[in-house]
């Protein structure tokens, strides 16, 4: 029995015959090999969309790049000059309340640190001075630093705070800085970040001690 050799599927067997309607080469004109006359058309409606976004532009009838996205014309949005609007629930960057002193709410009870699941909040707590009718009340953050390279914007920290001494209401993204330095935010720095409103303060009251609603309660008044 002779022996059988496979064949080549992708090659076409010696001296088979041509299938199918052989196909003549287009005729190519001087016209079509000099590629001239199509290179000046597409120059002819480069420069058309050109002026006309120019002059939309500079006569300020651009489209909204929001509203208007699938209109003709440019509808890029040139940030940061435009930006898009952020849903009220957008999770910026963090900022610290004030009170009415100026001083940041927050009571240094390491709740939000805690709570962080990226680990990104470092706060060291300090006890006021003798005298202060603070002491022994509560305490007041000497070092509050959040790293924004690690953080992962979820939130817990602003609803661990018992205080409503941080949020996430700035409406601003994360800065492309150079360097790591650059993104670690100090207690200086969040305590200028205001919200959407351009309010540093919180909108939650809250009962200082010497305010006569204040209840009164330190640690040293309670019976425990």
Request: charged share 30%; hydrophobic share 30%.
């Amino acid at each position: 029995m002779a022996k059988r050799t496979p064949s080549n599927p992708w090659t076409k067997p010696a001296g088979a015959p041509i299938q199918g309607k052989p196909i003549p080469r287009p005729r190519r004109t001087a016209e079509v090999q000099s590629y001239l006359p199509e290179l000046f058309r597409g120059m002819a409606i480069t420069m058309r969309h050109f002026f006309k976004n120019t002059k939309e532009m500079m006569l300020g009838q651009k489209p909204d790049p929001v509203l208007e996205a699938l209109n003709d014309g440019v509808t890029t949005i040139c940030y940061p000059e435009e930006k898009r609007p952020y849903p009220e629930r957008f999770r910026g960057l963090h900022r610290l309340t004030l009170r009415d002193d100026g001083s940041p709410r927050c009571v240094a009870c390491l709740c939000c640190s805690t709570a962080c699941p990226a680990q990104c909040i470092h706060i060291e707590a300090g006890e006021y001075a003798e005298g202060d009718n603070r002491r022994g009340y509560e305490r007041f953050p000497k070092t509050f630093v959040i790293d924004e390279l690690r953080c992962i914007f979820c939130g817990f920290c602003v609803e661990a705070c018992p205080c409503d001494a941080i949020r996430m209401d700035t409406g601003i993204h994360a800065t492309p800085y150079d360097s790591r330095e650059q993104f670690i935010y100090r207690k200086d720095l969040l305590m200028e970040f205001t919200g959407r409103d351009g309010s540093r303060k919180s909108a939650n009251p809250r009962h200082e001690p010497g305010d006569p609603t204040h209840p009164g309660l330190s640690r040293e008044q309670m019976d425990h």
